[in-house]
């Protein structure tokens, strides 16, 4: 059972910068149609940079523990370096290979961070 | 019950197949059914033996092959008991025919402020259509909600229905809790009142005898499917008296009498309903799905199903972190179910590892699986394949989800198998 790793289970059972912003800077909400998970993605920036970040989902394991292990890796990120997060990064932090049918439910809280930077450059060229 | 279950999965070639490294269980019939040998071989030999185009030839190939094709529309006249094979009309799946009934009966019938009926256990293909076409029209769209037992609220549409109703939809068999609606008593408390209805017989078609002139529904839709045949091919079946007052749904050839450079006149239906060329190798297999279900019989297929529900039933319901959605008493073929603290997709997952094929989600009946206060389901769906013995490992699968999720579950205590 190589998909369910304990590092993916304890994501799932723990998962890390859960909840909600005060004040974001942008927040996403974000739906898989295909099976009705669901993500709210707030992230706070200052001067460039991800100071913090949250997130609110109902799920499966595989959009629970990846939106978990994806917030952990932008910490104190520069937002320019977000821009070139992949779909390969986020199967490298869960470290397993997601069958195609799974992969929507893999990408789901990058889905929502891409949208929440698209946001945040908006929001500058304001 | 000899003749189902193990015995019959030789006539189906894909049972063959290993999937890492175990025989497969296939537990996903509501979604589409597996193929027998008579229905893949009746495909290629059309191909291989009298592939032509219909209705425009009069070579001796396009003459079979019309006539295979018009005699199954026969053949599915009878099946259905309808009045005539010129009330059957092919389609390219149930939802296509539910779509032709909206772009043509119904967007001529219904006018603003009319009204027409849908209930909560509708798929998304007899529902969405008809939001659409109230929008369009600015009619009200009125939904039969659902009794806390999971069947129909009868009462409640009784007070639906009022002369204002033209049009009252109904699935014959839930693709996610298995409700089999009062159909013939509904249908007749919708004609009191004027209105047609229309049945959405795509669970229930390949599963339990479908008389239509018993029912005395106006249209009524399916797929091939689901019940043994090729995909591609839909039924719809109208009464004749409401067809020939359709207009046509698609133009071009085939659909046409005579045409002129400017005007044209349109075939008598079910013709003028079928434009272009049609899916003739499907339609042709599509015979002998139909004549394998009728050897084998619909009592013993009922029969089957009930036996397979009632143990699944009875095996799931020795866990007491899963929940059943199922009306109590009902036989039908479909039992979904949600396992506590685990994700309905993570189950599928689990499943598929072990050759398992379930459905996960919300099975394309969104409203229905919200109204049960979940976020998904789990589904397994049986057919006249399955045994007793593909539940004992769908069991073996759960308590394997048991083991994985352990971690996550607030409680310990899983009960064997028995
Ligand atoms: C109750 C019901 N209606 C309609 C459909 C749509 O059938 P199709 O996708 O073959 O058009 C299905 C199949 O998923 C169904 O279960």
Not at chain 1, 48 to 77: E, M, N, P
Request: aromatic content about 6%.
């Amino acid at each position: 059972m190589d998909l369910y790793s304990e590092t993916i289970l304890d994501h799932y059972r723990y998962p890390r910068h859960r909840g909600s912003l005060l004040r974001p800077s942008a927040r996403v909400v974000q739906h898989n149609p295909l099976c009705g998970d669901v993500i709210k993605l707030d992230i706070a920036v200052r001067d460039s940079k991800v100071v913090d970040t949250r997130f609110l989902g109902a799920g499966c394991a595989i959009s629970q523990a990846a939106t978990s292990l994806l917030l952990d890796s932008i910490q104190g990120k520069n937002i320019r370096s977000l821009e070139r997060l992949t779909r390969q990064n986020v199967i490298d932090l869960l470290g397993i290979s997601v069958s195609k049918a799974r992969e929507q439910c893999a990408q789901l809280g990058l889905t929502a961070l891409q949208k929440a930077i698209t946001m945040l450059k908006q929001k500058r060229k304001r | 019950m000899q003749k189902l279950g193990e015995h019959i999965k030789k006539q189906f070639p894909i049972f063959s197949r290993r999937i890492n490294g175990h025989p497969l269980v296939y537990l996903d019939n509501a979604s589409t059914s597996q193929k027998p040998r008579a229905v893949i071989d009746a495909l290629s030999t059309y191909y291989k033996t009298m592939n032509a185009n219909i209705h425009r030839g009069i070579h001796t190939l396009s003459e079979e092959a019309t006539d295979r094709y018009e005699q199954t529309r026969t053949r599915v006249a009878r099946f259905l008991n309808a009045a005539s094979p010129t009330e059957i009309i092919f389609t390219r799946g149930c939802t296509e025919s539910i779509n032709l009934v909206a772009a043509t009966w119904a967007a001529a019938a219904i006018r603003r402020d009319d009204k027409i009926i849908v209930s909560a256990l509708e798929h998304h293909a007899n529902l969405v259509p008809w939001q659409e076409l109230a929008r369009k029209k600015r009619a009200r769209l009125d939904i039969i909600p659902l009794t806390a037992e999971l069947t129909l609220d009868e009462k409640r549409f009784h007070t639906l229905l009022s002369r204002k109703t033209k049009l009252v939809c109904l699935t014959s068999q839930s693709n996610v809790l298995g409700t089999v609606p009062p159909l013939r008593r509904m249908i007749k408390a919708a004609h009191t009142v004027g209105a047609r209805v229309l049945v959405d017989a795509a669970q229930s078609v390949g599963h339990s005898r479908t008389n239509v002139h018993a029912l005395d529904c106006d249209f009524l839709a399916f797929s091939s499917h689901k019940m043994l045949g090729p995909t591609g091919v839909g039924v719809l079946y109208a009464k004749k008296e409401i067809l020939e007052m359709m207009p046509p749904y698609q133009y071009g050839g085939d659909m046409v009498e005579s045409v002129a450079q400017r005007r044209s006149t349109y075939r008598p239906a079910p013709w003028k309903f079928e434009a272009g060329t049609p899916n003739i190798a499907d339609v042709i297999a599509f015979a002998s799905a139909i004549d394998f279900l009728e050897a084998i019989g619909f009592d013993a297929i009922q029969q089957h199903d009930a036996d397979l529900l009632s143990y699944a039933r009875s095996v799931f319901a020795n866990y007491h972190r899963v929940q059943l959605f199922v009306p109590e008493g009902e036989s039908s073929s479909v039992l979904s179910f949600t396992v506590e603290g685990v994700h309905p997709h993570d189950v599928a997952t689990v499943f598929d590892v072990q050759a398992i094929a379930i459905r996960s989600g919300l099975h394309c009946a969104e409203p229905l699986v919200r109204l049960l206060g979940v976020e998904a389901t789990a589904r397994m769906s049986f057919y006249l394949y399955n045994t007793r013995s593909d539940i004992d490992r769908a069991a073996r699968a759960l308590e394997k989800v048991f083991k994985v999720f352990s971690l996550t579950l607030p409680r310990s205590g899983i009960q064997p198998l028995a």
